[in-house]
Nanobody, 127 residues
């Protein structure tokens, strides 16, 4: 069982930055692949970024490449999403997600791949 708690959302002007954090419980973080998803107003949830269990492999939604960076800190059992040059279109509830895997190089970008989800944190970007 893994519990995820996100933090770091808020209101920011276009062009600004935010850093989301996700703290994971449990003692097997080293075998847990992580991802960030978001749900814009009146739309479905979409993949934003993912990171492999080991070796720091990452994948991003095309529209955030070059602006967002996902990273993980095993000692703190946390994953982060650094978001720079934010745009109004980035406004959404952002969710952290986790899954257990021994495929250490794999990055997962489908909602159905993930077993555990955080409660979400709101990010609002004003124009």
């Amino acid at each position: 069982q893994v519990q995820l708690v996100e933090s770091g959302g808020g209101l920011v002007q276009a062009g600004g930055s935010l850093r989301l954090s996700c703290a994971a419980s449990g003692d097997t973080f080293s075998t847990t692949a992580m991802g960030w998803f978001r749900q814009p107003p009146r739309k479905g949830r979409e993949f934003v970024a993912g990171i492999s269990t080991r070796y720091e492999r990452t994948r991003y939604l095309d529209t955030v490449k070059g602006r967002f960076t996902i990273s993980r800190d095993s000692a703190k059992k946390s994953v982060y999403l650094q978001m720079n040059n934010l745009e109004p279109e980035d406004t959404a509830v952002y969710y952290c997600a986790a899954l257990k895997t021994v495929a250490y190089y794999s990055v997962y970008d489908q909602e159905t791949d993930y077993d555990w989800w955080g409660q979400g944190t709101q990010v609002t970007v004003s124009s």
